[in-house]
């Protein structure tokens, strides 16, 4: 392209890029890649095949979990008092170290402080719990 110029007479080239395409291009470029880059990550997720693990989730369905009843003084595991809480750390490590599931069914008295729930809770989890449900306790 030539550049006139009217007073001089002279004509002179324009060398300058035209840089709107390239920040055009860039951008596409840019948003095509953030829409995308999710979809990879979704896509390495590994999916372990059924029939290996079908033998383990059917022992897995057919042990009970344990289950803890925290009441205003005693402390219940699976429906049989335990004395005291050092008590309940050695009967709930004998319980856990026979599952295979270490899952953990609680519930609590509406009259039991919180401290002391969290406290069970804890004790629960050093134990090797590895899943613990706190779930509704039944009106009597």
Do not use: W
Request: glycine residues 2%.
């Amino acid at each position: 392209m030539r550049k006139r110029s009217t007073e001089k007479g002279l004509s002179s080239d324009i060398a300058d890029i035209n840089v709107t395409p390239m920040c055009d291009l860039s951008l596409t470029l840019l948003i095509i890649l953030m829409v995308i880059s999710p979809m990879i990550m979704q896509s390495m997720i590994k999916v372990i095949s059924s029939r290996a693990v079908a033998s383990k989730i059917e022992q897995l369905k057919k042990e009970k979990p344990l289950f803890v009843d925290i009441r205003e003084k005693d402390i219940y595991l699976n429906n049989r008092k335990v004395p005291s809480e050092l008590y309940f750390a050695a009967h709930l490590l004998a319980e856990l170290s026979r599952k295979a599931d270490k899952k953990v069914m609680v519930t609590v008295h509406p009259a039991v402080l919180h401290g002391k729930v969290v406290h069970i809770l804890d004790i629960i989890k050093q134990n090797g719990a590895r899943s613990i449900s706190l779930l509704k306790r039944r009106k009597r």
